[in-house]
C-alpha cells in the first residue's frame, strides 16, 4: 500500500485554553486512522482574530475549531455558515469546503449524537437548566430534532428570554422560561432532563437546586460537565433509576463530528474516550 505523506492541518482558535484537552482528544483518533494530520491549539486574542483566520486560509487548513470568546466574532471572518450556527448566531467549527470557510456548531451536535446513542429526542419533552452558550446550542438541536417542548430553567431572565424567544421565533418547538425557584420540581411527563449549566464545574459535589425525588425511572437525564463526568446531578439521577449520560459524550462526540467534517473519515469514539479519560483521572 503506497503511504500518503502530505500532511494536513486544523486547529484551535484560543483564549487561555488551560491545555485544551480537545487536542489530545482529536490527535488520539488521527493517530489511530494513521492521518497524518496535525491538530494544533493556538492562543488567539480577539484583536487578532481576524488575521488569524487569514493565516489559516493561506495555510491551506482544512478547518479549525473555535472556544470563547471568538465562538461569535468569528462569524463576519467566514465565508457562509451551516443551518443550526446560522439560528444560534455562534460557530464552533470551521470547516474549509472547496476553499470556502464554513461555520458550523458542534457542540449541539455532539449533544445530540450522544443523546441519540440513548433516546431519539422527537417528540419528547424535555427540561434543560441553563441559558448560555451551550444551553443554546443543545436547544436548537434538539428543537431541529423535533422535541415535542422545551421548558428552559434559568436562574437569570437576562439570558433565558432570549433563548426562549429564539426557540420560538426559529424553530417549530414551543419554548417556555421558568426562573430558577428552589428546589425547582421536574414536571411529570418530562422525558428527557439537561444540565447545561457550568454547576459541577471543578465541583462534582456540587448540587442542582431541585427536588431530586421529582427524578423518576424511565428519564434520560445528561449532564454537559466533564471536569469531573461523574457529578452529583448524574449520581442522584442513576440513584434513583434514570437513565445517564455524562458531558465527556457530548465532548467526543463534537470531536466525531468535527473529524468527519475535516477528513471524511468516522473517528473511532472508544479512542477519543479513553484518551480523555486519562486526562481528566489524572
Ligand atoms: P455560560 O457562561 O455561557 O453559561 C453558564 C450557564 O450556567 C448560565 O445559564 C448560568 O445562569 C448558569 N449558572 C452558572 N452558575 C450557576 C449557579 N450557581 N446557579 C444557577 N445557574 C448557574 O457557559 P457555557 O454555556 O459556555 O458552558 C456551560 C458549561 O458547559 C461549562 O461547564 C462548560 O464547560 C460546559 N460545556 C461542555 C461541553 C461538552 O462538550 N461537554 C461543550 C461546551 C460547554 P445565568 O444565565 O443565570 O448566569
Known amino acids: ?26 490527535e488520539a483518533a488521527f493517530a ?6 496535525r491538530y494544533i491549539n493556538c492562543e488567539v486574542t480577539p484583536a487578532n482574530l481576524a488575521d488569524a483566520v487569514k493565516g489559516a486560509r493561506a495555510m491551506g487548513w482544512r478547518g479549525f475549531n473555535c472556544s470563547i470568546p471568538h465562538k461569535v466574532a468569528v462569524i463576519e471572518h467566514l465565508d457562509g455558515l451551516g443551518e443550526s ?9 470551521a470547516v474549509n469546503r472547496d476553499g470556502k470557510f464554513i461555520g458550523e456548531n458542534t457542540d449541539g451536535k455532539g449533544f445530540l449524537k450522544s443523546l441519540m ?28 430534532a423535533g422535541a415535542r417542548a422545551l421548558t428552559v430553567v434559568n436562574r437569570s431572565a437576562l439570558r433565558g428570554e ?14 417556555t422560561l421558568v426562573q430558577w425557584p428552589r ?5 411529570e411527563g418530562t422525558d428527557i432532563v439537561v444540565n447545561a449549566t457550568s454547576i459541577g464545574l471543578a465541583n462534582g459535589n456540587q448540587p442542582l437546586d431541585i427536588d431530586a425525588a421529582t427524578l423518576k425511572p424511565g428519564m434520560v437525564v445528561a449532564d454537559v460537565i466533564v471536569d469531573p463526568p461523574d457529578t452529583r446531578f448524574l ?17 467526543i462526540n463534537q470531536g466525531v463530528i468535527g473529524v468527519k467534517y475535516w477528513t471524511g473519515i468516522d473517528a473511532d ?4 474516550r479513553k484518551k480523555l479519560e486519562e486526562i481528566f483521572s489524572a
Not at 450556527?85 to 467549527?93: L, P
Not at 432570549?162 to 419554548?175: D, G, I, K, M
Not at 449520581?235 to 465532548?251: F, P, Q, S
Open 235 to 251: 449520581r442522584d439521577a442513576r440513584t434513583r433509576g434514570c437513565t445517564v449520560i455524562d458531558g465527556l459524550g457530548m465532548l
Open 32 to 37: 489511530h486512522h494513521n492521518l497524518d494530520w
Open 1 to 26: 500500500m503506497t503511504r500518503n505523506f502530505r500532511s494536513e492541518l486544523v486547529g484551535s482558535f484560543s483564549e487561555g485554553s488551560n491545555g485544551n484537552p480537545t487536542v489530545a482528544m482529536i
Open 162 to 175: 432570549p433563548l426562549v424567544r429564539l426557540l420560538n421565533e426559529r424553530t417549530t418547538t414551543p419554548a
Open 117 to 144: 446513542e440513548v433516546v431519539d429526542p422527537r417528540g419528547k419533552s424535555v427540561v434543560m437548566f441553563g441559558a448560555g452558550g451551550a444551553a443554546r446550542a443543545i436547544g436548537v438541536e434538539l428543537a431541529l
Open 269 to 272: 469514539p472508544a479512542v477519543m
Open 85 to 93: 450556527a446560522e439560528i444560534m448566531g455562534a460557530v464552533n467549527c
Open 183 to 187: 428546589e425547582f420540581a421536574i414536571p
